[in-house]
């Protein structure tokens, strides 16, 4: 599975993004898909996870209540939509591709990734 992120930006603290993930293949119905996103000398985080049918989510303990995962099967599309900002939510936004149906935290998990996608948050 091929993946094209898109979407980032930067945005004032409080403000809004929505990041979009467009996959090749397809398989890609079948594959949980997630958003990962790593920040300057830190190490890589868990974002969120959505699973093939779209009704398992899970999110990072942070990003919860403001972020919100999504996809849509018909399109080969999967969205992370972004609410209140932070800007300690600045990094490069990855989405990757599962290797099983169902979501997942694990970087483990995941066997094909986007090339990233910027985001950030200026206080």
């Known amino acids: 599975v091929q993946l094209v992120e898109s979407g980032g930006g930067l945005v004032q603290a409080g403000g809004s993004l929505r990041l979009s993930c467009a996959g090749s293949?397809?398989?890609?119905?079948?594959?949980?898909m997630g958003w990962f996103r790593q920040a300057p000398g830190k190490e890589r985080e868990f974002v969120a996870s959505?699973?093939?049918?779209?009704?398992?989510?899970q999110y990072g303990d942070s990003m919860k209540g403001r972020f919100t995962i999504s996809r849509d099967n018909a399109k080969n599309t999967v969205y992370l939509q972004m609410y209140s900002l932070k800007p300690e939510d600045t990094a490069v936004y990855y989405c990757?591709?599962?290797?099983?149906?169902?979501?997942?935290?694990?970087?483990?998990?995941?066997?094909?990734w986007g090339q990233g996608t910027q985001v950030t948050v200026s206080s």
């Open positions: 990757a591709a599962g290797k099983f149906p169902h979501s997942s935290n694990s970087a483990q998990d995941y066997g094909s």
């Open positions: 293949g397809r398989t890609f119905s079948t594959l949980g």
């Open positions: 959505i699973s093939g049918s779209g009704r398992g989510t």
